[in-house]
Nanobody, 122 residues
Framework: QVQLVESGGGLVQAGGSLRLSCAAS????????MGWYRQAPGKEREFVAR????????IYADSVKGRFTVSRDNPKNTVYLQMNSLQPEDTAVYYCAAGAVPATTTLAYDYWGQGTQVTVSS
């Protein structure tokens, strides 16, 4: 079992950047494929990005492609989401998740963090 804690959220102006971190404890994060999701008020949780166990394979939602970058540092047991050129529509609670296989569906992930709020002002 693994516990996940996100950090790095906050308030930023449009065009700005944030880097989210997802720190794992318990089982080593290298045992899992990792995903990032977000949920805006009144909307369903949506896929943002995912990364394979080794970090060699990444996939992004079309809405963030070219602006967001997912990476991982397995020795540090941490996964990151670098977010650039942020827009008000990126405002949401961002969650990291761990699962056995890399996927875009929430059903593939067994463990979730508590989320971190990202607010982008116009």
């Amino acid at each position: 079992q693994v516990q996940l804690v996100e950090s790095g959220g906050g308030l930023v102006q449009a065009g700005g950047s944030l880097r989210l971190s997802c720190a794992a404890s318990g089982r080593t994060v290298s045992s899992y494929a990792m995903g990032w999701y977000r949920q805006a008020p009144g909307k369903e949780r949506e896929f943002v990005a995912r990364i394979t166990r080794s970090g060699g394979g990444t996939i992004y939602a079309d809405s963030v492609k070219g602006r967001f970058t997912v990476s991982r540092d397995n020795p540090k047991n941490t996964v990151y989401l670098q977010m650039n050129s942020l827009q008000p529509e990126d405002t949401a609670v961002y969650y990291c998740a761990a699962g056995a296989v890399p996927a875009t569906t929430t059903l593939a992930y067994d463990y979730w963090g508590q989320g971190t709020q990202v607010t982008v002002s116009s």
